[in-house]
């Protein structure tokens, strides 16, 4: 008995349990970092992350979400990971110790209305090359999560109907 509940703690901590949620709508317009917008990013997969400083199991997810992003963003991968820190000197510190060299700013109370109100950490959007929001991540990402949902939409062109990435 006590093999299997190791064996499960194992697995949960490598593999934590997450509920994705299929959607398929236009990512809000909101600031990410001076004077950037989301819509900026037009023509890039991205990782929309909610987190916080003070959460163990949004710190647990970071380093499958840096090595993610360093083997893709050449192929135009992003990550935009809202803090729901008090101020962005204790998140770029955080951001500098660790060596995550992904967008980190703060989430001010617009941006989380804006993303559907988001109340708990760790949650993240997947958002196509065209702005959609492909899946709704309530719970941790990780390597395989990541390379399942994202690598599909790095596949795919942007659609000619749009207007081009600013």
Known sequence: M?????????????????WVTEQYKPAPEVP??????????RGKVLLVNFWGTW??????EMPAMQ??????RARGFEIVAYSLDKT?????????????TFAAPLANAAVLQ???????VPVSFVVDRD??????????VHGGRLES??????????????????
């Open 88 to 100: 962005q000197a204790e998140v770029d510190a955080f951001m500098r110790a660790e060596g995550y």
């Open 149 to 166: 949902l994202i690598e599909p939409l790095l596949a795919m062109p942007v659609r000619a109907s749009l207007p081009p990435p600013r």
């Open 55 to 60: 959460c163990p199991y949004c710190r647990h």
């Open 114 to 120: 804006a993303f559907g109100g988001v109340d708990r």
């Open 131 to 140: 702005g959609m929001i492909r899946q709704r991540i309530a719970g941790q």
């Open 67 to 72: 090595a993610f992003y360093q083997a893709n």
């Open 2 to 18: 006590t093999l299997i509940l190791l064996g499960l703690i194992v697995y949960f901590w490598f593999r934590p349990p997450a």
């Open 32 to 41: 990410i970092l001076a004077g950037k917008n989301l819509s900026d990013l």
